[in-house]
């Protein structure tokens, strides 16, 4: 695993948007996995911005959605595929057809999680995967004890991860769906390469325990050993611990 270390927040956000970079010019149809909360908003920004200055071409690149809350009614604002069109999708001048996620409004949810990974499959497997991380050490939504090779499936969000997360829902954890439909630690760990983001100290612990604890289930994000191409990119205060 590579370990870069940067100041701040916006460092992180311009060198991992470099390396998004770097592979669409390489690869211009790239298939780059995205995901939600504030970690990545420096990175979307950064590439928002490359992109007006014409230093990167996003025309032909595909996205693919990390996890979706389960059962908010299609366009609610807070469900993540409303949120990346408006954070990733329209900033950068992705059509909306070069997007694969999971669907949340599924009256069958396992139906939607085996056609998300067959999706997923068929465009050729993810490139770039950009991960946050939960302080419990979850990714996607694997909450802890998450199988390591688990697949997208529907899971039941903790009690800490709803209050994490209440600040996108008027700040009351009870408005925050208990479902999600999350691609599984198996699945994340199948992109070529794994990029994780993490800034300020409250992910600090979380930050030691994926790149100096035991590969264990109780943290789902130490799955990220087993993968031969994984970087982690934190800013000091999330490394302040290792
Ligand atoms: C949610 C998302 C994760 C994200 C985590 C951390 O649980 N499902 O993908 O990594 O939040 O969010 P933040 O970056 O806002 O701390």
């Known amino acids: ?45 950064a590439l928002a911005a490359m992109a007006r200055r014409g230093e990167a071409d996003f025309s032909r690149a595909r996205i693919a959605q990390l996890d979706e809350y389960a059962g908010l009614p299609p366009g609610h604002p807070e469900c993540y595929r409303s949120v990346l069109a408006r954070q ?13 996620g999971p669907d949340g409004s599924a009256d069958d949810p396992a139906a939607a999680c085996a056609a998300y990974e067959r999706a997923l499959a068929a465009a050729g497997g993810v490139d770039l995967q950009l991960l946050g991380i939960g302080t419990d050490g979850h990714i996607g939504f694997n909450e802890p004890c998450s199988s390591l090779s688990s697949r997208t499936r529907l899971k039941t969000l903790t009690e800490r991860t709803r209050a994490d997360n209440a600040r996108f829902f008027g700040g009351d954890p009870g408005r925050v769906p208990r ?6 630690v198996g699945t994340i760990l199948d992109a070529r390469h794994l990029v994780l983001l993490a800034t300020g100290e409250a992910k600090a612990q979380a930050v030691a325990a994926t790149v100096e604890g ?14 031969p191409h994984a970087t982690v990119v934190a800013d000091e205060a999330a490394a302040s611990r290792l």
């Open 1 to 45: 695993m590579e370990v870069v270390i940067v100041e701040d927040a916006a460092a992180g956000g311009a060198l991992v948007a470099e390396a998004v970079a770097r592979l669409l010019a390489r690869r211009p149809d790239a298939l780059i996995g995205v995901a939600t909360g504030s970690t990545p908003l420096p990175v979307y920004e």
């Open 214 to 227: 035991p590969l264990t289930a109780r943290c789902p994000s130490s799955a990220l050993q087993l993968h």
């Open 88 to 100: 990733v999708l329209e900033p950068l001048g992705i059509p909306a057809d070069s997007f694969l």
């Open 179 to 184: 479902h999600v439909l999350t691609q599984g």
